[in-house]
């Protein structure tokens, strides 16, 4: 029998054992965390930028004149972006070099957040944050398709765990730093620290990161498509956010956007089913695992941006905390999801199973947010702790998983826009739950304050300001209220961020039974090159075999080719006759 890896057809020579190796040379753990050290730092600079102002939000927000609303949009914004260009990048992390693209995007990033450093007022802030947001959807999706790159889905979990106790890591001394910085040096303090990370994170980029380059292809950008998203989605939010307040559901305006909002997200939907590179492939949605991990996803997406949002809020504003006490407050929350993150991310690599633990985390994400939507401003604090670290165990078990299985059952062809669709939608849905939860507080909170305050008299100057104060609608500064009306004011924020939470409850069953239905399909112990590669060899292959069938029925010869022979081969003999 003549091995098809020492064969040449006619005179294209077919691929042998020299060309490709059969495998790659299994890296040890510290070669292949030397390999993303750099994306492991530019997690952090992105998610530390990101935490470092959360606890001063709402002092930023109070210095600037910005008001629930504006308070609202600073998160939005960002968000916004990150999600809009979440699928760009990685539909471009197919096309293009990805090394490049991750740079590109922390440069973005870090530029943003330092001009974000010199706002003044609260619109150029929200303006900058879609800088920030559109470097952030680049890290976000490639850090993921990069890692999945170099690790193989079976070993990716205890990677990937430590990668989110990193994560945690800056998301636990974001609030302290922040709170500290404020306290001692003001607020724009906090949009300068992540730089020197930034600086060494690009450094190691340059120096440690090797990806495989993409196929070579015409790259095809869906700019028709890339309007539309933006179009529909911006204008849905501007709906959802300013719907009640700034104009009556029923009015002319509310109508319009609805119409408008709709008419970009289905259009969007068309345009995808037809374009050459969509940035959405409507193809992926025939996974079973990418579907319920996308509906899953957006259930996890609320939980997370609800809770970095309002955590905040709550403790500054309901409780009257500084913004380091409110960093320190924050700390269960992150201890459980780091722990999980970390303790399942092994737990999974070493015995490959995966399901149990996302069942379980997206129970607890769900009993999380229910007790979030009990708090008042005066709950023990031990019990708020519990809550805490409840819904931030259930977040940490279900996050990086998600994306591990789907990167385990999708074409590597299709990883980056697999994977950053994943991402994608539990931004989207993340962005408009927070929009929505928000404008939902804002109400709630006017509410308990006009009806706590119905029928006080004020006796004092001070009381008359901080009554004037609030008429704005302004984000008031809670330490500076006078006690009669602070405890009015304290309340109806504990009332208002439990009501919002309750829009969370739904979703989070949603996101239970999506998980439930999903095929527990065993890890795999490949990566993505491989898995190319690999593609790659079998394609040449069965080119090869069609070309030998086709030589040998035209001509009835083969020619072999020793693999060190420097000269074509002599004619072979005539095939034996069918008697033989």
Known sequence: MVDLCQLSI?????????????SESVRSAREVFTAISGLIVGMFVAVLSGTVVSTSLPVIIADLGGTQSQYTWVITASLLATAVSTPIWGKLADLVDRKILVQLSLIL?????VIAGFSTDTNMLIAVRVVQGIGVGGLMSLVMIAVALIISPRERGKYMGVVGGIMALGTIGGPLLGGYLTDEWGWRS??????????IALVLLQFTLHLPKPQKAKVSIDYFGIVLLAVGVSTLLIWVSMGGS???????????????????IIGFVAVEFFVKEPIVPMSLFRNRTFTLSVVASIAIGVSMFATSVFLAQYFQLARGATPTESGLMTIPMIVGQMGASIIIGQLVSRFGKWKGWMLTGSVLALIGVSLMSTLRYDTSFALVATYMFVLGAGLGMVMQNLTLIVQNDTPPQQLGAASSNVNFFRTIAGTIGVTIMGS???????????????GFTPTSA???EALGHLATGNVPNVGELPHAIRTVVESAYGLGIADAFIIAIPLSVIGVIAIAFIRNKPLSTKNAAEELREQ???SIIEVGEAEVGASMNSTGTVRVVAAESTTASAPAAPAPSSGR
């Open 190 to 199: 906090n949009f300068f620290v992540g730089v020197p990370f930034a600086i």
């Open 440 to 454: 939902l507080m804002a109400s709630s909170v006017a509410t308990h304050v006009s009806e706590g305050l119905k």
């Open 10 to 22: 006619g005179s294209t020579p077919v691929l042998n054992s020299t060309t490709v190796s059969s």
């Open 109 to 113: 990033f870090t530029v943003g957040t």
């Open 462 to 464: 001070d009381e008359v």
């Open 536 to 538: 790659a060899e079998e």
């Open 246 to 264: 700034q104009f009556d559901w029923d009015s002319s305006t509310s109508i319009i956007l609805a119409i408008v909002a709709g008419l970009a």
